[in-house]
């Protein structure tokens, strides 16, 4: 069995790979390229700024450059998130005169060094305002696939909570104002999926995250530089790659979001990030899908076990019902019958076995 599932995973791996290069081959792709070009890439200490601020942001960018840029508003009371712009300025400062010929001091007929005025430009940053795209409204940005999947899934609740007894951190839904489908949150050990998605989306967000906190798990007391987990690109194709095969497996189409999410976190169509962790993708995958099916296994003995049980209860509740309904309407039960019956019987002998005999008979 478990080398049938690891043939499966594998695949289905290839399956994902071919869809991504398919995908990347699409006008629709080179569309997306276009317009992710024009947002502006930001160093680490501001990706960190707004991942404090704001951990599910995904776009980012200034206000004029939404409205102008990308013809979208942002929307009345969004609270802006802070981020440092590099703001360098200007002094003038004395210092000795260098020939640029021998490269040493200028001297003068006294023997001073000759002082000249220069500039020195001084690096400092200032406080600037950006939004995410969450915040934002106007013109559709570009996209290389549905920004949700529909559709009902069946056994759904014996499902998602197979899948959700996998998890190592507990599992609830929220209202996600930022427009994520889902978060691990590091601080708190948890995992949220946005309320109001279809059976689909839910499965899938819930697998996706499980997989962060499987792999991607970190103790916020070690310092960043003893930190060793792999870049956000990375993180988000490992994850988003197990869930589309888990749900292939069973029977669960994700494809026209998985393989644009997957694309849109690659960082070229060499698909680096998808090839080097596909070890990591189908070892979990595998993993994963072992886990449900003991757990559904288990969820179905359970259920029909108290099936048997509620069964059992209907039976002894009517049993009640039909006996306090009898005392209602004052008519005997049947052993009650019987007692009486045997009532009769008993006085009958006694009555016979005391009786005189007979004149005749004697």
């Excluded at 009769?344 to 009786?355: H, M, R």
Aim: proline content about 3%.
């Amino acid at each position: 069995m478990e080398n049938v599932i690891n043939k499966q995973v594998k695949e289905l791996t290839d399956k994902l790979e071919k869809g991504i290069k398919d995908l990347f081959e699409s006008d629709r792709y080179k569309e997306y390229l276009k317009t992710m070009s024009k947002f502006h890439n930001y160093s680490f200490n501001n990706v960190l700024l707004i991942a404090m601020q704001r951990p599910d942001a995904s776009l980012i960018a200034g206000y004029n450059a939404w409205k102008n840029g990308h013809q979208r508003q942002v929307r009345k009371g969004e609270k802006a998130i802070k981020i440092l712009a590099p703001a360098p300025y200007v002094i003038k400062i004395a210092q000795d005169k260098i020939d640029p010929v021998t490269q040493k001091k200028v001297f003068d007929k006294n023997g001073k060094p000759v002082q000249e005025e220069v500039e020195v430009k001084k690096l400092a940053f200032k406080i600037v305002n950006v939004f995410d795209v969450s915040q934002t409204e106007g013109k559709e940005i570009p996209a290389i696939g549905v920004s949700e999947l529909q559709g009902n899934v069946k056994q759904y609740q014996t499902l998602f909570e197979a899948v959700k007894k996998v998890s190592p951190v507990p599992v609830g839904f929220e209202q996600i104002s930022t427009g994520a489908k889902g978060y691990y949150h590091l601080a708190d050990k948890r995992i949220a999926i946005n309320e109001g998605m279809s059976e689909l989306h839910n499965l899938k967000t819930l697998i996706h995250e499980i997989t962060h906190a499987k792999l991607h798990d970190i103790d916020l007391n070690i310092p960043k530089d003893q930190i060793n987990r792999p870049d956000r690109k990375t993180r988000e194709v490992q994850a988003e790659s197990v869930a589309y095969v888990v749900c292939q497996h069973y029977g669960l189409d994700t494809s026209d979001y998985s393989f644009a999410y997957v694309a849109g976190w690659s960082s070229s169509q060499q698909l680096g990030e998808l090839k080097e962790s596909l070890d990591t993708i189908r070892i979990t995958a595998s993993g994963i899908i072992k886990e449900i099916d003991q757990n559904m296994e288990e969820l179905q003995k359970n259920q029909t076990k108290e099936n048997r049980e509620s069964g059992n209860s209907h039976q002894i509740k009517d049993d009640t019902c039909n006996f306090l309904s009898e005392r209602k309407s004052n008519k005997p039960s049947v052993i009650a019958k019987l007692h009486q019956k045997q009532d009769n019987i008993n006085k009958t002998s006694t009555f016979e076995k005391n009786a005189p005999m007979k004149e005749a008979e004697r």
